[in-house]
């Protein structure tokens, strides 16, 4: 006891609220997901009434505790003077704890700061914590390149210290849809990441749900046509944050029902006369044979297809369905610019069935025409009940005038990524 001194009841109720003014305030900037300008302002007045605060209170001087809430209070606004603050933070405490190391991280990402921030959280005292793996796994895919085995290891080792922490899943789902645009093009790589989305929604605290993973999730799922699933996370994603603007993206979806669903009525406006030379050429297609001759693929009719479960609730690969089958349609019409995956065309078959012929990683420079004949085999039939859509994820599935499709002629798919709104991966203490 000697050479101690007591610090009286009044200081430490003091100095715990206002520890708890700064949890108040990183609550905020990590899980406020109202109108940018509302949040700004709240967090502009509890930096200013926690500042204040914190300059009354007798601290004994030098404390890390003042010197990492002042830091936390500037990070956000002014990240440069907030690194100053953090660090000597953690110079003063012997043994400081894996938030001060965290927030340093986060102050030197604010400022672009990438390899630092990897540094500073590979190299302290607590590598293991889920909010610096998920963090880690954000900053791997910073990089230029983006580096996503690393990415997915931090968000899996993240996942490992606790299987109920949705942030972890969230993590995951984030990495493995970046992966697959970025890097694999790989369906399956695709499917593990809704998988994982919807993994950490089941497991997310409703009080603070992060609605950009409810939006990326629908973003995902419009691109693979789940588009009744993609409206229900695209609403969720506007109860939360209306600036996101799930709200125009589920309308984009309503437009393009009533659109396509016109056209698939008329035929794309196709004369008559067309069709029936349409169908009659269509009778004599036939598939082509494997190596040795062989029939691979036997062609069918679309009534005779089974219907392809929607990618939210289904456990298995869409690729696995209608195998061993085939389909033969003719072009009427390209639907859309072309600019966005997958293409898509309007088709018609030899029973005069009008359908959406989905084409995902098509190069731009590559498009079919109103002139071509095309079998799809293993097709992949969804039934979007205004119409049927078949979708052709393998350029090798595709069966062009008789030829298969140009491998050149493909490319991996071209997605805009900011579309997907990973940056807001909040940490969960």
């Keep these: 006891m000697s050479g101690m001194t007591s610090t009286p009841p009044s200081s430490i109720s003091s100095l715990a609220s206002l520890k708890s ?53 500037l990070m956000p606004i002014k990240s440069a003077e907030a690194e100053g603050y953090l660090e000597k933070a953690i110079k003063l405490h012997s043994k400081a704890p894996e938030e001060y190391w965290n927030r340093l991280a986060e102050c030197l990402w604010i400022q672009g700061k990438v390899d630092d921030a990897v540094n500073t959280l590979t190299t302290c005292p607590h590598p293991s914590n889920i909010p610096g793996f998920c963090m880690l796994s954000q900053l791997s895919r910073s990089l230029h390149p983006p580096d996503y085995i690393s990415s997915s290891k931090y968000a899996k080792s993240a996942i490992s210290l606790d299987l109920t922490n949705s942030e972890s899943w969230y993590c995951l789902g984030n990495c493995l849809v970046g992966e697959f645009f970025g890097k ?5 790589t695709l499917l593990k990441g809704v998988a994982a989305y919807n993994r950490a929604l089941d497991l997310a605290d409703e009080v603070y749900v992060n609605p950009d993973l409810h939006y990326n999730l629908g973003k995902v799922l419009k691109y693979l046509e789940d588009f009744k699933g993609a409206k229900v996370q695209f609403d969720k994603a506007h109860g939360i944050d209306g600036s996101l603007g799930g709200d125009g993206e589920k309308r984009d979806i309503e437009e393009w029902f009533k659109k396509v669903g016109d056209m698939v009525g008329r035929k794309g406006r196709v004369k008559e006369k067309n069709i029936q030379k349409f169908v009659k050429q269509l009778r004599q297609v036939t598939v082509p044979q494997g190596n040795n001759g062989e029939r691979v693929h036997t062609l069918s009719t679309l009534s005779s297809l089974s219907i392809t479960p929607s990618t939210s609730t289904s456990k298995s690969s869409p690729t696995t369905t209608n195998h061993g089958l085939a389909v033969a349609l003719r072009i009427l019409l390209p639907l859309g610019d072309g600019k966005n995956a997958p293409a898509r065309y309007l088709g018609i078959t030899k029973e005069e069935e009008v359908v959406v012929v989905s084409v995902y990683h098509q190069a731009r420079e590559f498009g079919l025409s109103q002139k071509d004949e095309i079998v799809v085999l293993n097709p992949i039939l969804k039934d979007h009940v205004t119409y049927k859509g078949i979708q052709v994820f393998d350029p090798k599935g595709l069966v062009v005038n008789g030829r298969m499709a140009d491998i050149r002629k493909f490319a991996p798919a071209e997605a805009v990524m900011e579309t997907f709104s990973t940056g807001r991966e909040t940490e969960t203490e």
């Design 21 to 73: 003014k700064t949890a108040e305030f990183l609550d905020i900037h990590k899980h406020y997901y109202g109108p940018q300008a509302e949040k700004v302002a709240l967090l502009d007045k509890l930096a200013e009434e926690g500042m204040e605060a914190l300059e009354n209170h007798q601290f004994q001087k030098p404390s890390h505790e003042y010197n990492f809430m002042k830091g936390c209070y």
């Design 184 to 188: 694999t093009f790989e369906l399956q």
